[in-house]
C-alpha cells in the first residue's frame, strides 16, 4: 500500500524568509502524481502545486517549488519570500494513475510570524 | 472556473435528525468524492462516484447515504448520527477522462475541494 509521510507536525517561518516543507512517500507503481494542497482557517482545501512523476523537472508555482527526488521518494515544497496569507495547514498527497485514491501525509501546521 | 459548492456551510443536528449535504460543480467533471475530517487530521475518503455510479465505499457505516443525481451534483444523506461524526464533511470532484492526451491525464488526477460544511452531532 502507499504511505506519504509528513514527519513535522509543526514549522514556523519569518515573513519574507524561505521555508522547506518534507514529504516522503512509498509506492511500487511507476505512474504516480503528487501534490501539495493548503488548507487554511477557512477551511477550503487548495491545490499549491502538482508533480507528475515521469516529469524530472521539478514543478514551480510562483514562490511555490518542489524538490522531487524519485529515487529517494522524497518530495519537498519550498515556499519563497513567505507571506502572512501562506499560515496554513498543508498536505502532502500521492495519487496513482490507475486509483482514484488520493493519499494524504499528517500534514503540518506553517504559521508566518510577521 | 474550479469551483465546488458546497451547502450548508455549518449544520447542528441531533442524533434522531435526518439531514442532507448537498455538493454541486459546474466543471463537467465525472468524478465526485465525499471526504470526513476531523480536526487537524488529514481528510479520509468515504465514498467516490464516477458517472454517477458508486464505485467506492470506504466501509462506511450506513447512516451515511450518497447520493449522485446527476454529473453536477452530490449529496449525502445523514440519519441517526452519532457524535463521533462531528467533523468537517468535504466534497470533491475531478476529470474522469481515459484518454492518454497529457494535459487529459494530469487534470484526471486533481481533485478540487469545496469549503466544507462543518457538521455537530448533539
Redo the contacts between chains.
Sequence with gaps: AQTVTQSQPEMSVQEAETVTLSCTYDTSESDYYLFWYKQPPSRQMILVIRQEAYKQQNATENRFSVNFQKAAKSFSLKISDSQLGDAAMYFCAYKDGANSKLTFGKGITLSVRP | DTEVTQTPKHLVMGMTNKKSLKCEQHMGHR?M?WYKQKA????E?MF?Y?YEKL??NESVPSRFSPECPNSSLLNLHLHALQPEDSA?Y?C?SSQNEDRLDPFI??AK????????T?LSVL
Excluded at chain 2, 109 to 116: D, E
Design positions: 468524478a468524492y487537524k487530521k488529514p481528510p475518503l467516490v464516477s464505485s467506492i468537517l468535504l470533491a491525464l494530469i488526477n486533481i481533485q478540487y475541494f469545496g469549503a466544507g462543518r
